[in-house]
């Protein structure tokens, strides 16, 4: 079975301090990894994918995570936070039917002005 | 303007008291999903469906029902079986369940049992 898991469950920053949330997964077939993020009272939304090619993926709002495969990991970074980004971040990963979509536990950021 | 919409935003349900949860796209998604999310676990798929008139099983389908009996409408019904329902219930939907396809959620529905 697939599995995810999310160390940091809330982390708190400055604004223009580096962020990086990390995510590790359990999935013995072919991985295709997400991260979504859910702002205060919007809809959850996609901030990256990876499916294959280039392990270090580029989001919206300058986000990026890296897959390492050899570690099972897809960390998020982004370089400087700003305050409107803090919201609950969310890495998922998909099984190699496409049906079932499981997510980690969810990293809480606030980011203090 | 396309996308999800769920309703109510807020429910309310009543003890023994089964209580249905609308999710309607206009994007012509092919799959549909229920998602249960909860404080510190993420979400958890409830049901899905991949085509019309046929739906499976998520990871904690007991004490929910679903129907798909159109391709925009995929509704979630809490039954009272369900022992522990208060949460924040996200439908989503894709294009098809390949696994390639990005997942695309609706505002939600905050289910509260009085």
């Known amino acids: 079975a697939q599995s995810v898991s999310q160390h940091n469950h809330h982390v708190i920053l400055s604004e223009a301090a580096s962020l990086e949330l990390g995510c590790n997964y359990s999935y013995g077939g072919t991985v295709n990894l997400f991260w979504y993020v859910q702002y205060p009272g919007q809809h959850l939304q996609l901030l990256l994918k990876?499916?294959?090619?280039?392990?270090l993926v580029k989001g919206i709002k300058g986000f990026e995570a890296e897959f390492i495969k050899s570690k099972f990991s897809f960390n998020l970074r982004k370089p400087s936070v700003q305050w409107s980004d803090t919201a609950e971040y969310f890495c998922?990963?998909?099984?190699?039917?496409?049906?079932?979509?499981?997510f980690g536990g969810g990293t809480r950021l606030m980011v203090k002005p | 303007d396309g996308g999800i919409t769920q309703s109510p935003k807020y429910l309310f349900r009543k003890e023994g008291q089964n209580v249905t949860l609308s999710c309607e796209q206009n994007l012509n998604h092919d799959a549909m999903y229920w998602y249960r999310q909860d404080p510190g676990q993420g979400l958890r798929l409830i049901y899905y469906?991949?085509?019309?008139?046929?739906?499976q099983k998520g990871d904690i389908a007991e004490g929910y029902s679903v129907s798909r009996e159109k391709k925009e409408s995929f509704p979630l019904t809490v039954t009272s079986a369900q022992k522990n329902p208060t949460a924040f219930y996200l439908c989503a939907s894709s294009i098809g369940s390949g696994r390639s396809e990005t997942q695309y959620f609706g505002p939600g529905t905050r289910l509260l049992v009085l």
């Open positions: 469906s991949q085509i019309v008139n046929d739906f």
């Open positions: 998922a990963v998909i099984n190699n039917a496409g049906n079932m979509l499981t």
């Open positions: 990876y499916f294959s090619g280039d392990p």
